[in-house]
């Protein structure tokens, strides 16, 4: 009789636990459901970028002395660079810059150690096509400046997302 009173016993502590278990599961739902959603609808709302936002690489034709630097930093040797030597100034005369954006890590190293200061990171980061051969930018492309989000009327832009509670109360 003492090994089915003990079963019992068992049975009754098992059963406190679940219900506790479920308890704790339910009071976690319940404050999620006060909660604001975290969803975006894209296409009609986007999130402004932070300051330091490494998006598409904005390219200054005019700047550029093809001094390779940013061939020679970036991990992968991406930036791909054509000059020719002029003779009579001894300089180097830049002709083709391009970078391959289904390749690039975005990691900026090419931007940082730029010593003249003709590359630089955009907040464009809307870069899908449907063909990978369009991700290559040659100078033309990149020297093309991001349309702004903030100016855009067709757009609602979210700051500071994503929003405490307390914001709205």
């Known amino acids: 009789m003492f090994p089915m009173v003990t079963g019992f016993l068992n049975y009754g502590q098992q059963a406190i636990r679940a219900a506790r278990y ?17 969803t975006i609808q894209y296409p009609y709302e986007k999130l402004i970028t932070s300051e330091r936002f490494r998006g598409r ?6 700047k550029c002395i093809a001094c390779e630097v940013c061939v020679r930093v970036c991990p992968i040797d991406l930036p791909i660079v054509d000059w020719k030597l002029e003779t009579g100034m001894r300089k180097k005369r830049l002709l083709n810059y391009s970078i391959d954006f289904g390749i690039c890590i975005f990691c900026g190293n090419c931007v940082e150690y ?6 630089s990171m955009t907040e464009e980061y809307e870069l899908s096509t449907y063909d990978r051969h369009e991700l290559n930018y040659n100078q033309i492309a990149l020297g093309r400046l991001p349309m702004s ?13 994503p929003q405490s509670k307390t914001a709205f109360e």
């Open 22 to 38: 479920i308890g704790q599961g339910f009071i976690i739902t319940l404050s999620h459901a006060n909660r604001l959603p975290v």
């Open 57 to 62: 690489i904005h390219f200054e034709f005019d």
């Open 114 to 119: 730029c010593p003249t200061n003709c590359l």
């Open 149 to 161: 989000v903030i100016n855009n009327y067709t757009i609602r832009t979210i700051l500071n997302y």
